[in-house]
């Protein structure tokens, strides 16, 4: 009961920051993991997506497709995610992404590169975190070219639902390159472990 009434604070909590803030853009995701492989479903106002993962490996490996009903595009990633300190419930994450896209929505295909700096807590029931990534990017043609495109910061918690559902609650604001919001929005992930 206990977790049922945190989980249901949490999304009023999180739907009325969406109000007030105007989030244009929300995202609801379901995730199947095991110990090794993951496949995600998501859609957001815009489009939905299939994602399939490798995790726990020294470097993972990810493949999706994403469908607004007129453009499909199409993705494969290796990325990487490591701890770096942990001092009891408190820790501290870095992780990277390599991400080479392609589709119709893209003119040059694209290689998309995401470092990210994170901090995170484990409070048992809950586990808050707070990180920073910021998107480079490189086009079909002059690959060596990197651009730096948009920082982004998240803050949100994943609450244990029992002892193989957690669900993950995230506000996502994108800044420009002066650091100033474009863009929020609100994403919710329900992941089941198996």
Do not use: C
Request: aromatic share 8%.
């Amino acid at each position: 009961m206990k977790k049922t009434i945190i989980t249901a604070a949490l999304v009023v909590a999180l739907t009325g920051a969406a109000q007030a803030d105007n989030y244009d853009n929300t995202t609801v995701s379901m995730a199947a993991e095991s110990a090794t492989m993951g496949v995600s479903l998501s859609t957001n106002d815009t489009s939905r997506s299939i994602d399939v993962y490798t995790l726990g490996r020294s470097l993972d490996f990810g493949a999706g497709v994403s469908d607004n009903g007129t453009n499909r595009d199409y993705s494969v990633s290796a990325g990487k995610t490591l701890d770096v300190a942990n001092v009891g419930p408190v820790g501290a994450y870095l992780s990277g992404e390599a991400e080479y896209n392609w589709g119709d929505t893209f003119t040059k295909s694209e290689m998309h590169f995401t470092p990210t700096v994170g901090g995170k807590m484990d409070l048992g029931l809950i586990a808050p975190y707070a990180e920073v990534n910021y998107l480079l990017k490189s086009v079909e043609g002059d690959f060596t070219s990197i651009d730096k495109v948009t920082p982004t910061m998240t803050f949100g918690t994943k609450v244990a639902l029992g002892t193989s559902t957690s669900l993950n609650a995230k506000l996502t604001n994108s800044l420009n390159s002066d650091w100033k919001s474009t863009d929020k929005e609100v994403g919710l992930g329900l992941v089941v472990k198996f």
